[in-house]
Structures are given as C-alpha cells and as structure tokens.
C-alpha cells in the first residue's frame, strides 16, 4: 500500500514560519489534506487539496505539493498552532485507499 | 452546526464484542459518507472503514476485515460499527468522521471527539 513519510518533530519559533513536509512515491499526482491535533483533542482539517483552506482556518496555514513531497507551511507561528499534523491521501487503486502519514509534533519554542 | 457524537466503548476482554455508535446533527446526513478512524495510544491515526451515502459501498482496512461491520441509519442520523473478536491491538480511539468524495479523491471534513476501546483481560 501507499506509504506517507513525515519528520517526527519539528520545532520553530515564535513569529516564525514552520514546514511540515510528507513524502511518497509520486505524491504530487494525488491530493493531499492535513489534519491539527491538538492534545486531548479530535483532529481538524486545515488544508484540503494540497492548498484549500476550510472557513475559519487562518490564512497563516499553506499547503504545496509537486513531485515526491507535499508541505504543510504555518507563518508567522503562534504558542496556539503547537500540535501533531497528519498528512493523508485517498489512493483509489489501492486495497487500502486511505493512508495517513505518521505525524509530525510541531513544538512552538 | 455539524455534530458527530460517538458512544459505546469501553473495557472488553479479548475475543469480546463491542458496537460503537455515531449521532450525527447539523447535516443531511444521508447525504454523506461517513467513516471510522482509530487512534492507538501514543499512536497515529488509522482509517477504518468507510460507507456510502446508502450503505451500497463499504470498505474496511485490512486488519479489521471479516470483524468490524460499518453500518447506518439514515432515517436515524446514525452511524455504526460492529467490532467482534476483538483484539489487543484494536485499543484505540475511534473517531466517527464525515466524508467527502470527490473526483476519486476523499478527505474528512468534520470529527467526532472519539470513543475509547480498551481490549484487556
């Protein structure tokens, strides 16, 4: 099945722009949607389609994708944006169609 | 306001049984896929399964093939999963979520705040 890679962490200061990426084989062929999980809590959607953003999700929030690797960029971070961010892909094709990346923990210093 | 409320889990024994239930309010329901993801402790998320608008189509990751039965009611506004022999392994958090398909392509848009399933003797 597809297979999506994120960095475990990431860690970024106040003010600052962060990059989650997620990596797989040809990524930019397919559409890619992140999800924030804040602790304790259900995930949300943040961005759809590599690059829509959902009513009431700040302009702060960015997605790309092209070739192998799809991004997820926050600027101007905020201590309120410190969470776990998945990746996830719909792979028609596949016996298992829906595949998640491993996370990523976004830590706000 | 789109609502998904999950009940139904619980401390089950290993070879148990469990059915997990989703309300669902905010939305015309019947016009939705509808889904189960799960989240291990400590862990990430894992999709589930997935059914149609009208319960014609149903898909099922391939651990829980052959024991979890994802199933609706739309004259309810509900959504269900049937789990049987349960496992160590299918200790998680399940989520309910709302589905959309489009173009071959499918993302969910609103979740449940989850249901904890704790499979232990």
């Known amino acids: 099945s597809y297979v999506l890679t994120q960095p475990p962490s990431v860690s970024v200061a106040p003010g600052k722009t962060a990059r989650i990426t997620c990596g797989g084989n040809?990524?930019?062929?397919?559409?890619v949607h992140w999800y924030q999980q804040k602790p304790g809590q259900a995930p949300v959607l943040v961005i759809y389609y590599d690059s829509d953003r959902p009513s009431g999700i700040p302009e702060r929030f960015s997605g790309s994708n092209s070739g192998n690797t799809a991004t997820l960029t926050i600027s101007r971070v905020e201590a309120g944006d410190e969470a776990d961010y998945y990746c996830q892909v719909w792979d028609s094709s596949s016996d298992h169609p829906c595949v998640f990346g491993g996370g990523t923990k976004l830590t706000v210093l | 306001e789109v609502q998904l409320v999950e009940s139904g889990g619980g401390l089950v024994q290993p070879g148990g049984s469990l059915r997990l239930s989703c309300a669902a309010s905010g939305f015309t329901f019947s016009s939705y896929w509808m889904s189960w993801v799960r989240q291990a402790p400590g862990k990430g998320l894992e999709w589930v399964a997935n059914i149609k608008q009208d319960g014609s189509e149903k898909y099922y990751v391939d651990s829980v093939k052959g024991r979890f039965t994802i199933s609706r009611d739309n004259a309810k506004n509900s959504l269900y999963l049937q789990m049987n022999s349960l496992r160590a392994e299918d200790t998680a958090v399940y989520y309910c979520?709302?589905?959309?398909?489009?173009?071959?392509?499918?993302?969910?848009?609103?979740w449940g705040q989850g249901t904890l399933v704790t499979v232990s003797s």
């Open positions: 040809n990524i930019g062929s397919k559409s």
């Open positions: 979520a709302r589905g959309l398909l489009w173009f071959g392509e499918f993302y969910f848009d609103y």
